[in-house]
């Protein structure tokens, strides 16, 4: 549910821009609360959905699942307070009230991290359950998700950097590098394990289901270095 409410958030927030208007790129705009609201949404929705298949106690899958949802919420909440004030939700220390919503998103992104890793480890001390090519999906995707949670957390260090250096506006347009990595390998965890389980809708053979998650996996992973090297070349 909260999920939905996430997404249905970023839709809004897709017609206010489209009655407001106001430019689509840039630290102040209407796109983050878009963006955000359904990438968090989806992803709280897929992460709830895929750790079903982790071999982990159930109680602290429930806790955990818990802290992240609370997390989303409180990440989107203060992007999209921001939004409305008309101000930069992230590297923005210019009052006292801006630098602790910052710092608010900063530590929640520092928890998602903690979090995501909590169950990527899970699925790779454990094989996941599922139908075929279901356990390489579900490692696949968490692995890749790692991608964008060192992506992320590099965007932030560095913008933090230069933001306390005085170098505000190069802040904001360092992130610029590191976002196509950030945005393709963010939904991996989705993509492939949905992948599996449409195939195991399919009259195929196991052997073959897990041939193609196998090369869904690696064209995946080119994609993700692909952006990688545009990530370095640009950086």
């Not at 982990?56 to 307070?81: P, S, W, Y």
């Not at 409305?84 to 630098?99: A, G, Q, Y």
Request: glycine share 8%.
């Amino acid at each position: 549910m909260t999920g939905l409410v996430l997404v249905l958030s970023g839709l809004v927030h897709l017609l206010v821009f489209a009655v407001d208007g106001g430019p689509w790129d840039g630290p102040v705009s209407w796109r983050k609360p878009v963006t955000f609201g359904l990438s968090f949404g989806v992803t709280l929705i897929t992460v709830a959905w895929i750790t079903s298949y982790l071999r982990m106690d159930r109680r602290l899958r429930t806790t955990l699942l818990t802290v992240f949802a609370a997390d989303c919420v409180v990440e989107v909440g203060g992007i999209t307070l921001q939004a409305w004030r008309r101000v930069p939700s992230h590297l923005n220390m210019e009052t006292p009230f801006d630098t602790a919503v910052s710092m608010t998103l900063a530590v929640g992104g520092g928890v998602l991290v903690v979090l995501l890793t909590v169950f990527a480890v899970a699925s790779f001390r454990h094989r996941p359950t599922g139908p075929a090519g279901m356990p390489l999906a579900v490692r696949s995707g968490f692995a890749v998700l790692l991608v964008a949670l060192a992506s992320g957390a590099a965007m932030i260090a560095r913008g933090v950097v230069l933001t306390r250096t005085g170098h505000q506006e190069a802040a904001y347009r360092s992130t610029a590098p590191l976002k196509p990595l950030h945005g393709v390998s963010l939904h991996a965890v989705l993509v492939l394990p949905a992948l599996a389980w449409l195939l195991s809708r399919t009259p195929w053979s196991e052997s073959v289901r897990r041939r193609i998650v196998a090369m869904a996996v690696g064209c995946y992973a080119t994609a993700v270095a692909a952006a990688g090297v545009w990530a370095v070349l640009t950086y």
